[in-house]
């Protein structure tokens, strides 16, 4: 939350003391006084996290010291990083809305504050609604399979992501999916799943049943109290019709917002590290809003590990809430080297939420079965086959079908993750694919195993100036080596050539190394560094059968389609094919 590195600056309890010294120091840096006399009398006095809470109210105007008590907890009991993080985070008075009336809390824990009434909420929200479409399917009757949900518009589809992949849990878990060609989901079964989700959300054993959503109605909507999980059902059940109108969306988010409360909201909000509110000013749902429908929590920190180190460096595992039993694979995981969650990567049923970085989607097995790969893996390994749901224009509304043959499946992040180690480059490792051949892009589009690549290899000027890098394990393999000097100098037929040394040094000095090639010139000059090509060294392409194995992953990660890049955060390695026919679509790869 505050950026610090060394946890020896947090104090080490929410209740340690500090002097009136100290506090008035930090009260006259927040009011702007400068004579510390004006706030405390007693120089010496010891106060403790209740005085400081009582502190807190008088300046922020919160009127309840519990959450005062929780601001000042979080940031260690340093009263002016706890008032950063209350006004920092959207904590301050609520605007009103037109007309004078004031909105209610959870209305902003929701949305940002460019959202000042009821009937201005983002339209993608307000057109949203939760009805199941039939979608072709072979061997299905005519009006197909009902999986499909609908997205008009961008911005919830983390939402409706969530309760669709709760709705063919469902299926899973009560056993009606069975034959493939025959799933419909229900209305009864889409009232059994927001009922769960409810549910689970409960912070007091309580939940709020939004039905109506106007300026006028009770505060702004209308609300029933349930206390028994049936009679949640059968209050959600008479109202499906609601939920399945545009808007529907919108009373469930709402609903889930009143039953956890905004002061549990806002705890697991920012104890994930993140902040309120739960849509973005570009209308998108976040991370915490996604696992507020997942699990009852709106903690959005859907990796394996604390996003805070300890002492020694390493991130602690956690645990996620198995909530609706469905999972989660994303794009994310290469960017921050952090796995998410065991229970996300192998749920209990086998649907997945899709991320692909700006999107979720929807991904499960067809069969409802949990493929198993280690039993069932032998030669070529185990198949099976997956589909996924895009409800998002201009890529969808799509049902595409991928063949996956899998050898091994990501195992279970460890205990700890451990500080990422920094071994000295070896010369003539590769250090970067610069680019895959932009002809062989164009000719061979999603061919990216028979395309070249131009590719960087380390020099001197590799190492970088002042890092104490970690010494190899006794007997490590070291990385396979290329010398330039038996490969032609990447863009050599089209009478150009890159130097190394200067790409190595692009992040400094923003040159990235291009030169013309001249006729006759055997050992020519960098125009840029002005030594020879025989001292700097040049990019040189190889093919991707040439690339060593790891930097073949690395090829994949960047070239291949989106969702294989994905799905092999699951099944490493795996091989995907898409199903191109009239039912799941021609051409292009579904998009994440």
Not at 476 to 481: E, I, K, N, Q, R
Not at 541 to 566: G, H, M, N
Request: proline fraction near 7%; include cysteine.
């Amino acid at each position: 939350i505050t950026g610090l590195e060394d946890p020896s600056q947090q104090p080490a309890t929410s209740n340690q003391l500090v002097t009136m010294d100290d506090q008035a120091a930090t009260f006259c840096s927040i009011t702007g006084l400068e004579d510390p006399s004006q706030q405390s009398s007693t120089s010496n006095q010891l106060v403790t996290m209740d005085d400081q809470a009582a502190t807190f109210c008088s300046i922020t105007g919160l009127e309840d010291p519990s959450q005062a008590a929780m601001y000042l907890e979080m940031a260690g009991g340093n009263l002016e990083m706890a008032m950063s993080i209350f006004f920092d985070g959207g904590g301050g008075a609520v605007p009103a809305a037109a007309g004078g009336t004031e909105l209610p809390d959870w209305f902003h824990a929701v949305w940002p504050r460019s959202v000042t009434t009821f009937e201005g909420i983002p339209e993608s929200w307000s057109l949203q609604a939760l009805e199941f479409t039939n979608v072709s399917y072979p061997g299905a009757a005519s009006g197909g399979i009902g999986v499909g949900l609908n997205q008009p518009q961008n911005g919830p589809c983390g939402v409706i992501a969530a309760i669709q992949a709760g709705c063919i849990a469902e299926l899973c878990r009560s056993g009606t999916a069975a034959p493939p060609d025959k799933v419909q989901i229900t209305d009864d079964i889409l009232a059994s799943v927001l009922t769960a989700m409810l549910w689970q959300a409960r912070a007091d054993g309580t939940v709020k049943l939004v039905t109506k959503a106007a300026s006028e109605a009770n505060g702004g909507v209308d609300v029933a109290t349930f206390t028994d999980k049936d009679a949640l059902h059968k209050g959600v059940s008479e109202a499906i019709d609601t939920f399945k109108a545009p808007g529907g969306v919108v009373l469930l988010v709402y609903s889930l917002v009143m039953t956890h409360t905004v002061d549990a909201i806002r705890s697991d909000v920012m104890n994930a590290g993140g902040d309120l509110p739960m849509v973005t000013d570009l209308s998108l749902c976040t991370s915490d809003l996604v696992s507020l429908c997942l699990r009852g929590q709106a903690n959005g920190n859907v990796g394996a590990f604390q996003p805070i180190s300890d002492e020694n460096g390493d991130n602690i595992k956690l645990e996620w809430h198995e909530g609706l039993g469905v999972g989660m694979l994303s794009m994310d995981e290469y960017q921050t080297k952090i796995p998410l969650a065991d229970a996300l990567k192998s749920p209990k049923y086998p649907v997945w939420i899709m991320h692909g970085g700006d999107h979720f989607t929807v991904l499960w097995a067809e069969d409802l079965k949990m493929p198993n790969v280690d039993e069932e893996s032998s030669g070529d390994g185990a198949s099976f086959a997956l589909l996924q749901w895009n409800g998002l224009p201009p890529n969808g509304p799509r049902l595409a079908r991928l063949d996956i043959r899998a050898k091994e499946q990501a195992p279970p992040a460890p205990k700890k993750r451990k500080a990422p180690t920094q071994f000295e480059p070896v010369i003539g490792e590769i250090e970067s694919i610069v680019q895959a051949d932009p002809e062989m892009k164009k000719n061979m589009p999603n061919g990216w195993t028979t395309w070249r690549y131009e590719v960087q290899l380390a020099g001197e000027e590799t190492k970088e100036e002042g890092t104490k890098y970690d010494p190899r394990p006794e007997g490590a393999v070291l990385p396979m080596t290329f010398d330039p000097r038996a490969h032609p100098a990447a863009g050599e037929e089209k009478k150009a050539w890159r130097c190394s040394a200067c790409y190595s040094t692009r992040f400094k000095t923003m040159c990235f190394g291009m030169n013309e090639l001249k006729d006759g010139e055997d050992d020519p000059k960098c125009e840029n560094c002005g030594r020879p090509r025989s001292v700097t060294g040049h990019t040189i392409w190889l093919t991707y059968d040439e690339l060593p194995d790891s930097w073949k992953r690395s090829a994949d990660r960047q070239f291949a389609p989106k969702i294989v890049t994905v799905l092999r955060t699951k099944w490493p390695g795996c091989k995907v094919d898409m199903v191109d026919d009239e039912n799941f679509g021609h051409g292009n790869w579904p998009s994440v």
